[in-house]
């Protein structure tokens, strides 16, 4: 079994694994930097600042602080939906076609397809 973090993000359902999760924060205090990278919304004020990415939802009102290689950064997405487990053998293989492979599998959710984040692949676009 495994326990995801579920969320919405540009109109697709997500979710991620909840022990690569450190917390949920609103994207208010999210601040732009001059000539960021792709994929990079802007920074959280604290010591050290919390580099957030965007490559799932450009316009998101909350943020997923993850752990992923060492690296602690935030994830742009537009709302938490909530906690769900899944049975480890309902995660179906990714999909093909990913340019830069962001979802490690997908899982059929009472009929909803739902991606399966993948932290690490996530961390590499910082």
């Known amino acids: 079994m495994s326990t995801m973090v579920c969320f919405r993000a540009a109109g697709a359902a997500y979710c991620v694994p909840l022990l690569a999760t450190l917390a949920v924060r609103t994207a208010a205090d999210l601040i732009s930097l001059p000539d960021p990278a792709a994929d990079v919304a802007g920074i959280i004020p604290g010591d050290p600042p919390l580099t957030v990415i965007s490559p799932l939802t450009s316009d998101g009102s909350y943020i997923l602080v993850i752990e992923a290689h060492d690296q602690t ?41 739902v991606f399966v984040a993948d932290p690490t692949a996530l961390a590499g676009r910082l």
Do not use: K
């Open 73 to 113: 950064f935030g994830l742009l997405v537009d709302v938490v939906t909530g906690l769900r487990q899944f049975d480890d053998a309902e995660i179906r293989p990714a999909p093909r076609g990913q340019g830069h492979p962001l979802v490690s599998g997908t899982v059929d959710s009472g009929g909803h397809l």
